[in-house]
């Protein structure tokens, strides 16, 4: 006997109109289409808000000075440019946490060689400053530095409600859209990063690779290593795959040599500290001047940039359980054979290590760093899954 056999509610679900609506809420075209509305809902909106609510993050300083010192090598004069193209689009409360809100923002505020000084860990993203560099005379440089994560954004929902699409798992898009959110989307919408560009970029080259184009998706993953020289991870990650499953190695053994090669020789000519130095600042102790920063390697310090690393990561952000979870889901397909394609399951398995390796090269624990491995997972997990909420298989 039903439970709400006698009630109001099951006398109102056997009226032929409920009967009716039942029926057609159970239609596979109607919840394929709810679920590309609603998608599309969700990203239009995130991308909108991005646009309207902008972060004026610390980030946004850096990379805005740092498309400027093509034409300000005085820093006094850079910081001066820098902040007053960041004052005119900061609320006042934006600009006092960008200026004041800790002893180190209230520095590179103060001592503009000290913020000069900073510099030399974003000038490696020779890309993404060329494509603010390009903008600039269209919008302004921050605007620029805003559309630059809010389109991105944009293009990185279509391209997955268009992958879905194509693989006949549009109604995977009701849980892919929360998976997304939790790993940071709209937070890196909204952020004025690279990330949201280099995200978009990767995606379409997992993408690609699942298509079985492998030398345009190396040629797509080669660009993103200049938007952000840690993206080489991804590519080694699918190096390894490549050894491991059987595809051939050639293009990404290229690719993954000429990326690191090219990325080493960014990084040398932009006067980067290098690996330690730059794992000491964001892990270990943040510093108000790079300059002519060598600390002696430390194992004691090392150890507790990675203990730090991990606590953070658990305890304040959510990539760990969703990648655990995706794991999980990864092995229940796999018994239910629903696993799909061997390319897509060899692509999961490059995303799964890739996440591993992004943390164990250098383990800063924000979502944001392993979005493209997450959100990269997610879409295929979905496209493998094909859920069908109207009852099909």
Request: hydrophobic share 55%; glycine share 8%.
């Given at each position: 006997?039903?439970?709400?056999?006698?009630?109001?509610?099951?006398?109102?679900?056997?009226?032929?109109?409920?009967?009716?609506?039942?029926?057609?809420?159970?239609?596979?075209?109607?919840?394929?289409?709810?679920?590309?509305?609603?998608?599309?809902?969700?990203?239009?909106?995130?991308?909108?808000?991005?646009?309207?609510?902008?972060?004026?993050?610390?980030?946004?300083?850096?990379?805005?000075?740092?498309?400027?010192?093509?034409?300000?090598?005085?820093?006094?004069?850079?910081?001066?440019?820098?902040?007053?193209?960041?004052?005119?689009?900061?609320?006042?409360?934006?600009?006092?946490?960008?200026?004041?809100?800790?002893?180190?923002?209230?520095?590179?505020?103060e001592n503009p060689a000290d913020f000069q000084s900073q510099l030399s860990m974003y000038r490696v993203k020779i890309a993404y400053t060329a494509l603010l560099r390009t903008i600039e005379p269209l919008?302004?440089?921050?605007?620029?530095?805003?559309?630059?994560?809010?389109?991105?954004?944009?293009?990185?929902?279509?391209?997955?409600?268009?992958?879905?699409?194509?693989?006949?798992?549009?109604?995977?898009?009701?849980?892919?859209?929360?998976?997304?959110?939790?790993?940071?989307?709209?937070?890196?919408?909204?952020?004025?990063?690279?990330?949201?560009?280099?995200?978009?970029?990767?995606?379409?080259?997992?993408?690609?690779?699942?298509?079985?184009?492998?030398?345009?998706?190396?040629?797509?993953?080669?660009?993103?290593?200049?938007?952000?020289?840690?993206?080489?991870?991804?590519?080694?990650?699918?190096?390894?795959?490549?050894?491991?499953?059987?595809?051939?190695?050639?293009?990404?053994?290229?690719?993954?040599?000429?990326?690191?090669?090219?990325?080493?020789?960014?990084?040398?000519?932009?006067?980067?500290?290098?690996?330690?130095?730059?794992?000491?600042?964001?892990?270990?102790?943040?510093?108000?001047?790079?300059?002519?920063?060598?600390?002696?390697?430390?194992?004691?310090?090392?150890?507790?940039?990675?203990?730090?690393?991990?606590?953070?990561?658990?305890?304040?952000?959510?990539?760990?359980?969703?990648?655990?979870?995706?794991?999980?889901?990864?092995?229940?397909?796999?018994?239910?054979?629903?696993?799909?394609?061997?390319?897509?399951?060899?692509?999961?398995?490059?995303?799964?290590?890739?996440?591993?390796?992004?943390?164990?090269?250098?383990?800063?624990?924000?979502?944001?760093?392993?979005?493209?491995?997450?959100?990269?997972?997610?879409?295929?997990?979905?496209?493998?899954?094909?859920?069908?909420?109207?009852?099909?298989?």
């Open positions: 006997m039903s439970a709400l056999q006698g009630t109001l509610a099951g006398w109102a679900l056997h009226t032929g109109l409920a009967k009716r609506l039942i029926q057609a809420a159970g239609s596979k075209t109607l919840l394929d289409r709810l679920a590309a509305v609603f998608f599309a809902l969700v990203c239009l909106a995130i991308s909108v808000y991005a646009l309207v609510r902008p972060d004026y993050n610390w980030d946004m300083v850096a990379y805005v000075a740092t498309a400027l010192e093509d034409r300000y090598s005085d820093p006094a004069e850079l910081h001066a440019q820098t902040w007053q193209r960041i004052t005119e689009g900061a609320s006042e409360s934006q600009l006092y946490h960008l200026q004041y809100s800790n002893p180190y923002n209230r520095n590179q505020w919008t302004g440089l921050v605007t620029a530095s805003i559309l630059l994560s809010a389109l991105p954004s944009l293009g990185f929902g279509v391209l997955c409600l268009y992958w879905l699409h194509r693989e006949d798992a549009l109604q995977g898009a009701f849980l892919l859209a929360p998976m997304l959110l939790l790993a940071d989307y709209g937070h890196m919408a909204t952020a004025v990063v690279p990330d949201m560009l280099v995200s978009l970029i990767s995606l379409f080259a997992i993408y690609l690779l699942a298509r079985g184009r492998d030398i345009a998706a190396c040629l797509v993953l080669f660009v993103s290593v200049f938007i952000r020289p840690d993206n080489v991870i991804l590519l080694f990650a699918l190096l390894l795959t490549a050894i491991a499953f059987g595809w051939r190695i050639l293009p990404f053994l290229v690719t993954f040599v000429s990326a690191l090669a090219g990325s080493v020789v960014v990084a040398k000519f932009g006067g980067h500290p290098g690996w330690w130095a730059h794992f000491y600042f964001s892990c270990v102790e943040i510093q108000n001047s790079m300059a002519n920063f060598h600390p002696d390697f430390s194992f004691s310090a090392f150890a507790r940039g990675y203990a730090r690393g991990v606590l953070v990561a658990i305890m304040d952000n959510d990539w760990p359980a969703i990648l655990a979870l995706l794991l999980a889901a990864w092995a229940l397909l796999n018994r239910a054979g629903r696993i799909g394609s061997a390319r897509a399951n060899a692509l999961v398995f490059a995303l799964a290590i890739g996440t591993l390796g992004k943390f164990a090269s250098f383990p800063l624990p924000d979502d944001r760093f392993y979005f493209i491995f997450i959100g990269g997972m997610a879409v295929l997990l979905a496209t493998m899954w094909k859920p069908r909420f109207d009852g099909g298989r």
